[in-house]
């Protein structure tokens, strides 16, 4: 579906988004319109800030990728120091 929608301004666009949100639903859908609630997306981290996480099993798998990542880093420094030192 394509929708157009045309206003002279954002506010008359807002005055009559709920109306218009309820017209494209139709008959079909319940609709209810809530204000927006600020969500955890609004304030987004990049992806590599440390995260607590959800599940207690992820944080046995970061734990273990963690490690295994750990060690092959310290491998390849160990591995470019025998290059660099040779």
Do not use: N, T
């Not at 709920?18 to 987004?44: C, M, T, W």
């Not at 440390?50 to 880093?73: G, H, N, T, V």
Request: net charge positive; hydrophobic share 35%; proline share 2%.
């Amino acid at each position: 579906m394509r929708l157009v929608i045309e206003a002279e301004s954002q506010e008359e666009f807002e005055l009559k988004r709920s109306e218009l949100i309820k017209k494209i639903a139709g008959s079909k859908f319940e609709v209810i319109l809530k204000s927006k609630v600020p969500s955890v997306y609004d304030k987004q981290k990049p992806a590599i800030a440390e995260r607590k996480s959800y599940f207690k099993a992820q944080d046995q798998m970061l734990e273990y990728w963690d490690k295994k990542f750990k060690k092959m880093i310290d491998e390849i420094k160990k591995d470019v120091e025998d290059v660099l030192g040779s």
